[in-house]
């Protein structure tokens, strides 16, 4: 793999942060709203003066988390709870009120269990999106923000990644639902010029709402990196298991690029703005641009929360790469965002969270 050595990211100091515009009517669909990423997108859509409707099926959440966008927000989304398959509840929501914008988070997302039970995730990611686009076209509704991933470059021939590098092939079929979804949306919006659509290839979101109050509440024993290490410094799990030591990489541990969760559901508002003038496609990075290793994230929570964080080197884990992360240029170009949030406020606010709801949205208040 190449490093391109000469990639800068100090242009992105000149960047002002964006103040989005919006009428205070606008109305957003949030599918997938009372998830992780989902509900810290309603709470800064809520924030930024939208009118904001959630559709989740709680597959993977509670409304609790809805509960605690309205606490900090002082105002609440108004809730649905519905399956995206469902085109009759589509059609209701739709039909309550005009939407102007949906932006698109239902889904499976656990790697390991896509591979288990491909079909779950092929029928709830890329059927579900085919219902949504569908009732979306029926109701008059053409602009779609998706959450992709940057599964989709497989593994990377160069890194930082850019959005028109070749994409690659995914390793399980989670990352193949997630291309497959972006092929169709291309498809459709190649066919009909009144779509405006946002594939947003995320990074690896982390971290928390700065409140304490919300946060990544995943079920069972964590597959993630953070999450882990956090139930690690929380006494729930005893040790981490540190998938390779042997990548080509600076320490040996596999290198991503984390990005804050707020600062990720800021880039969904920047999009948003930006596809009013956008017809068709359009692909946008959403990383930070710097990469971490697994054993600089371990030191980072350390000095975060002052644990200590036990840890082995274990076997490589099968479909893992060595190292991703973002070129995140075109979107601070074009969208006039970027990450602001470093390291330490990432480490800082999952612990916070972690601290404050060991149970997390089980946690009695
Ligand atoms: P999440 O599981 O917390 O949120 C997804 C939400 O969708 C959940 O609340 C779940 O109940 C809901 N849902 C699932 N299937 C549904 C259906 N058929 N109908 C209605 N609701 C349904 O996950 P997240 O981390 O917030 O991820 C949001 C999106 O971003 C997903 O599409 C995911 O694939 C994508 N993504 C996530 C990551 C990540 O690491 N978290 C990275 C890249 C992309
Ligand atoms: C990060 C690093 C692991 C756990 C996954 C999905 C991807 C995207 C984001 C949705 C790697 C190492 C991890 C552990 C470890 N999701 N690790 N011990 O694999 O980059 O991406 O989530 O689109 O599609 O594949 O994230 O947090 O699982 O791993 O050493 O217990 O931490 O090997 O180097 P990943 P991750």
Not at 43 to 50: D, E, N, R, V
Request: hydrophobic letters at 40%; charged letters at 20%.
């Amino acid at each position: 793999m190449r490093v391109d050595k000469d990639y800068i990211r100090a242009k992105q100091d000149r960047l002002t942060e964006q103040i989005i515009t919006m009428p205070a009517s606008t109305h957003i669909l949030v599918t997938g709203g009372a998830g992780y990423i989902g509900s810290h997108t309603a709470l800064a859509l809520l924030q930024a003066g939208f009118d904001v409707t959630v559709i989740d099926n709680l597959s993977n959440s509670s409304d609790e988390s809805l509960k605690r966008v309205a606490r900090i927000a002082g105002k609440a989304p108004r809730f649905v709870k519905a399956d995206i398959r469902d085109r009759e509840q589509l059609n209701a929501v739709f039909g309550m009120q005009p939407v102007n914008a949906v932006i698109h988070f239902a889904g499976l997302k656990a790697v390991g269990e896509s591979v288990q039970v491909p079909l779950r995730y092929y029928d709830n990611n890329v059927a579900g999106t085919l219902r949504l686009c569908e009732a979306m076209a029926e109701h008059g509704v053409f602009t779609l923000v998706f959450s992709s991933s940057a599964t989709v470059y497989g593994d990377p021939a160069t890194v930082p990644i850019r959005e028109d590098q070749p994409l690659g092939t995914p390793t399980n079929p989670y990352g193949r639902s997630k291309l497959m979804i972006e092929q169709m949306l291309t498809d459709l919006a190649a066919s009909d010029a009144r779509w405006h659509v946002a594939l947003l290839r995320y990074f690896n979101p982390v971290g928390a709402h700065e409140s304490g109050l919300m946060g990544e509440d995943p079920n069972g024993i964590p597959n993630n990196l953070l999450p882990y290490i956090a139930q690690v410094a929380a006494g729930k799990l005893r040790e981490l298991s540190v998938f390779g030591n042997d990548y080509p990489t600076a320490d040996g541990t596999g290198v991503r690029d984390y990005i804050h969760v707020v600062d990720l559901a800021e880039g969904h508002l920047s999009a948003l703005n930006a596809l009013k003038a956008r017809p068709g496609v359009s692909v946008w990075n959403l990383g930070t641009g710097q990469g971490y290793s697994v054993l600089e994230m371990i030191r980072a929570f350390e000095l975060a929360s002052g644990k200590t964080i036990p840890f082995r080197i274990a076997p490589r884990r099968a479909g893992d790469i060595a190292m991703c992360f973002a070129d995140a240029s075109r979107a601070e170009i074009e969208l006039g965002w970027r990450a602001r949030r470093r390291l330490k406020a990432m480490m800082e606010d999952t612990w916070r969270w972690q601290a404050g709801n060991p149970e997390g949205y089980r946690t009695k208040p």
